[in-house]
């Protein structure tokens, strides 16, 4: 079973950018969907953006133009690239793996972002 590490999380001001990793162990990490959730203190996870294996892209309307998803499949990794940060940014994020972008069942420690005003 796939094993995820995500990195690359911190404190950065209002219209900032921020780029997550995920390091995935396994030798089929190409054969996965891979996905990031958010969970901010008192809400549910959410779905923030995801990737599959063949390359497509979904992103949550709330973060469509800013962040970008994508993956490397000869590092295992996968990225979000967030840009233009908001303060409702701020959450835990999670590095999640499937077999579709529907149907995660892995999931990493989370990264916490903060984004201050």
């Known amino acids: 079973q796939v094993q995820l590490v995500e990195s690359g999380g911190g404190l950065v001001q209002a219209g900032g950018s921020l780029r997550l990793s995920c390091a995935a162990s396994?030798?089929?990490?190409?054969?996965?969907?891979m996905g990031w959730y958010r969970q901010a203190p008192g809400k549910e996870r959410e779905l923030v953006a995801a990737?599959?294996?063949?390359?497509?892209?979904y992103y949550a309307d709330s973060v469509k133009g800013r962040f970008t998803v994508s993956r490397d499949n000869a590092k295992n990794t996968v990225y979000l690239q967030m840009n233009s940060l908001k303060p409702e940014d701020t959450a835990v994020y999670y590095c999640?793996?499937?077999?579709?972008?529907?149907?995660?069942?892995?999931w990493g420690q989370g990264t916490q972002v903060t984004v201050s005003s």
């Open positions: 999640a793996a499937g077999a579709s972008i529907w149907s995660f069942t892995t």
């Open positions: 990737i599959s294996s063949g390359g497509s892209t």
């Open positions: 396994g030798r089929t990490f190409s054969s996965y969907a």
